[in-house]
């Protein structure tokens, strides 16, 4: 419950990015074009956005965000 709580209260482009990617199995070139951004800038909000969830969680996933 408070992990959807915490993907509903990202802002729309970083939702679509981690949504994307962990449940689509999207690659960042895949979710860049979806996005209209580049593969480097949600490479970037998608490994900020782990790292936030790590901290609110206190989840430790390995060196892979």
């Known amino acids: 419950k408070e992990v959807a709580e915490w993907i509903r209260n990202l802002n729309p482009l970083?939702?679509?990015i981690?949504?994307?990617r962990i449940w689509g199995?999207?690659?960042?070139e895949?979710?860049?074009?979806l996005t209209?951004?580049?593969?480097?800038?949600?490479?970037?909000l998608f490994t900020k956005s782990v790292e936030r969830?790590?901290?609110?969680?206190?989840?430790?996933?390995?060196?892979?965000p």
């Open 25 to 28: 199995d999207l690659t960042f």
């Open 53 to 64: 969830f790590r901290k609110r969680f206190k989840v430790h996933l390995g060196d892979k």
């Open 18 to 20: 981690v949504t994307s």
């Open 30 to 33: 895949q979710i860049a074009e």
């Open 14 to 16: 970083e939702r679509e």
């Open 36 to 44: 209209d951004t580049s593969a480097s800038t949600t490479y970037r």
